[in-house]
């Protein structure tokens, strides 16, 4: 299973109402680090279906959600849980590290 995409279109559904916690990956094409953590992202996803949502944002082609998060430098991930941000991740990080970050989402 890997990571579904989210638009400026689809973001309030996908992500302000879902149930449960969901990590968008703010990411773009032309980015190394991002394509370096996707795989990463997917497997996560994979992994714990029932415990977090992981949606994939393109910064390039969402500019507004990129610029009302504050996304400065990606990749960033944020989590969020009915509708607000609980956690910020920023930059390319292992797989341990990333599911240290988190820890309190995939218990």
Do not use: H
């Not at 032309?30 to 415990?51: F, H, Q, T, Y």
């Not at 990606?74 to 930059?91: H, L, Q, R, Y």
Request: aromatic share 8%; charged share 25%; proline share 7%.
């Amino acid at each position: 299973m890997t990571a579904k995409a989210t638009t400026s279109a689809t973001f309030e559904q996908d992500v302000l109402q879902a149930d449960g916690p969901v990590l968008v990956d703010f990411w773009a094409e032309w980015c190394g680090p991002c394509r370096m953590v996707s795989p990463v992202l997917d497997e996560i996803a994979a992994e714990n279906p029932d415990k977090i949502t992981v949606l994939k944002l393109n910064v390039d082609e969402n500019p507004d959600l990129a610029m009302k998060y504050q996304i400065t430098s990606i990749p960033a991930m944020k989590v969020f849980d009915k509708g607000e941000v609980k956690t910020s991740i920023i930059g390319a990080k292992p797989k341990f590290a990333l599911e240290q970050d988190l820890a309190d989402y995939l218990k």
